[in-house]
């Protein structure tokens, strides 16, 4: 476990943790962007007298799906750099399995707050879910990295050791 979590530290991890956090940023505003635009549309506060707040459940859940379409988008192609169709079906169900997991986390926290600090005004709604969205951001990069891409990661530097391999040494 130790050499596991230094795994995540090391230089190259560092990058693509990086890379995750700012592909993050640009989901958290599509996702932000998105919630908001939902609440508004679908008018998504509530007293806690008038029940559960679907329209809130339902705005995150539509804004999570699209940002969570850019998010593997965008970390496939550059923080991963993965170009190559690779296994489209795993890659995918494992990305999507993952995202399923940060949106429960999502909704538990933004819900959880509304349910225990009554109706939660739209500035707290978004507080909670930018909180929700730092609890979930190490975890999906191990993820990421470790379940959904890791084959193609394989592939990849297998392909760069046998270039590496194969090319003659320069003599002088």
């Known amino acids: 476990m130790k050499n596991y979590i230094k795994s995540l530290f090391t230089p190259e991890a560092l990058r693509q943790l990086a890379k995750v956090g700012l592909v ?10 998105l919630f908001n635009v939902l609440l508004i549309v679908l ?11 679907w329209e809130q459940f339902w705005s995150i859940a ?24 690779g ?3 795993r890659e995918t169900a494992n990305f999507v ?5 940060a949106w429960i986390v999502t909704q538990a926290v933004v819900g ?12 707290e709604q978004n507080v909670f879910y930018l909180l929700a969205a730092l609890l979930i951001i ?5 993820g990421y ?23 003659p040494v320069a003599t002088s």
């Open 145 to 167: 990295r470790d379940v959904v891409f890791r084959n193609a990661i394989d592939r990849r530097t297998a392909a760069i050791n046998a270039l590496e391999e194969v090319e």
């Open 138 to 142: 190490v975890p999906k990069f191990a």
């Open 24 to 33: 993050g940023v640009v989901n958290t505003v599509v996702s932000f962007v």
């Open 97 to 101: 399995a993952i995202n399923v997991v």
């Open 112 to 123: 959880g707050a509304d349910w225990v600090w009554g109706p939660l005004t739209r500035a």
């Open 62 to 85: 539509l804004s999570f799906l699209i940002a969570t379409f850019v998010s593997y988008i965008l970390n496939r192609r550059w923080t991963f750099r993965l170009s190559e169709p």
């Open 87 to 89: 296994e489209l079906r």
């Open 43 to 53: 008018g998504g506060t509530k007293t806690i007298d008038e029940g559960f707040n």
